[in-house]
């Protein structure tokens, strides 16, 4: 009898998991990102597609301070408002070094890219994710640096204004 409620228990859960991953990405929505530090807000909008920032406390006619013409579902934007980093590529094709996994807007109008390449030495060590492969992750912010965890179990810092990646933290 335990066997077999062990049984069903583990076939829900791979159904669930299943269902999920095969689940569509939401429509695209108005919705709004906050710095840490809560000084600064992106707006973003659907249709149509762009994101403007703001100053977040200037709750009278928050002044626009750039924008960038694109949807933009999930980012995380640096408590000075100078940059946006994109969290749209964090999946990748598991055998792809030159896939871009991290894009940064900045607020003169240029993007920076960074490429899967710039953090995965072993492409076959990707961590599953959605019949993809998903590279680790990235934590805001040391000034202009991105704290990068890998999947090899790395650690790596990304500076969104220049492009190097180093292994040592930045002073």
């Keep these: 009898m335990n066997r077999s409620l062990s049984l069903l228990v583990l076939t829900l859960c791979v159904a669930q ?97 960074f490429t899967l390449g710039q953090f995965v030495h072993d492409t076959r060590t990707l961590k599953p994710a959605m019949g993809l492969g998903s590279y680790g992750g990235h934590s805001l912010f040391l000034g202009d640096w991105l704290k990068v965890e890998t999947c090899e179990g790395k650690t790596l810092f990304a500076n969104v204004k220049t492009g190097e990646v180093r292994r040592q933290k930045p002073d």
């Design 17 to 113: 998991t299943a269902a999920m991953a095969l689940t569509p990405l939401p429509e695209p929505h108005n919705h709004k990102i906050r710095s840490a530090n809560g000084r600064f807000i992106a707006n973003c909008r659907a249709n149509p597609a762009c994101v403007e920032i703001k100053q977040a406390r200037r709750w009278w006619f928050p002044k626009k301070l750039w924008s960038i013409n694109q949807y933009i579902e999930w980012a995380e934007l640096a408590d000075d408002g100078t940059y946006l980093v994109t969290g749209d590529h964090l999946i990748v094709p598991p055998f792809s070094k030159r896939a871009e996994v991290i894009r940064v807007f900045l607020s003169d109008g240029r993007t920076r890219s």
